[in-house]
């Protein structure tokens, strides 16, 4: 099991670092490298539930994916932060860490591209936590965690 605690000092390193060539070998698995465009590309650990977000070469965001967001992903099944857990709805979420800073309730339009879920956004210290819901805000989907 992979602890919050341990991937937390990734953010604001450079990809090609000693230390994240040494995390690598300690959760024995290699990521699957996508380029988004020139600024950005994505680590992918589908194994793990977890994805690295790079920009410009430095890892500024993690990614926690819960078992209901993509088909051929594995859930995370490490520790969290704030001792949030994927079975969270979001009046948990809301009860665990209080009000946010910035919340949107969700909207469940048919037309493409006007859907959004429901999410939460905290800040804590040097990192912004961003929990995403499924559409009847019952289970956290995804928990991103962004260096501040």
């Not at 680590?43 to 819960?66: E, M, N, R, T, Y």
């Not at 992903?73 to 001792?83: I, V």
């Not at 079975?87 to 009000?99: C, I, P, T, W, Y």
């Amino acid at each position: 099991m992979i602890a919050f605690e341990t991937l937390l000092p990734v953010l604001g390193k450079p990809l090609r670092s000693p230390a994240i060539a040494q995390l690598l070998t300690r959760l024995g698995h290699s990521p699957e490298l996508e380029s988004m465009d020139e600024e950005r590309s994505y680590a992918s650990f589908p194994d793990l539930g977890l994805d690295w977000v790079i920009d410009a070469g430095i890892i500024s965001a993690l990614q926690f994916f819960g078992d209901t967001v993509e088909p051929g992903r594995s859930p995370y099944r490490g520790t969290l932060p704030h001792a949030l857990s994927f079975d969270d709805s979001r009046a948990v979420v809301l009860n665990k860490l209080g009000q946010p800073v910035r919340s949107h309730a969700g909207v469940d339009d048919p037309r493409p591209f006007v859907r959004v879920e429901p999410w939460v956004k905290y800040h804590f210290g040097t990192y912004t936590v961003h929990c995403n819901f499924s559409m009847d805000a019952s289970r956290t989907k995804l928990i991103t965690v962004r260096q501040n």
